[in-house]
Nanobody, 124 residues
Framework: QVQLVESGGGLVQAGGSLRLSCSAS????????MGWFRQAPGKGREFVAA????????YYADSVKGRFTISRDNAKTTLYLQMSSLKPEDTAVYYC?????????????????WGQGTQVTVSS
């Protein structure tokens, strides 16, 4: 089992940048596929980015491709999401998630563990 704690959210102006972190407990972090999802008020949870256990494979939602970068440091058991050129439509609660199978998945149902989320608000 793994526990996930997100940090780094906040209020930023459009065009600005933020880096989210997700700190994981447990010694098997390097075996999990990891993902970032987000949920805006009144909407469902939406895929943002994913990375395989080794970091070799990454996937992005079309809406963030070229602006967001997912990465991981297995030695530090931490997942990151570097967000640049932020837009008001990026406003949401951002969640990190871990999947037992190790691959990078875009599907909510492939993830077994979730953090509590961190709020990102982009003002226009």
């Amino acid at each position: 089992q793994v526990q996930l704690v997100e940090s780094g959210g906040g209020l930023v102006q459009a065009g600005g940048s933020l880096r989210l972190s997700c700190s994981a407990s447990g010694r098997t972090f390097s075996s999990y596929g990891m993902g970032w999802f987000r949920q805006a008020p009144g909407k469902g949870r939406e895929f943002v980015a994913a990375i395989s256990y080794s970091g070799r494979n990454t996937y992005y939602a079309d809406s963030v491709k070229g602006r967001f970068t997912i990465s991981r440091d297995n030695a530090k058991t931490t997942l990151y999401l570097q967000m640049s050129s932020l837009k008001p439509e990026d406003t949401a609660v951002y969640y990190c998630a871990a999947g037992n199978y190790g691959w990078a998945s875009t599907r909510v149902t492939d993830y077994n563990y979730w953090g509590q989320g961190t709020q990102v608000t982009v003002s226009s």
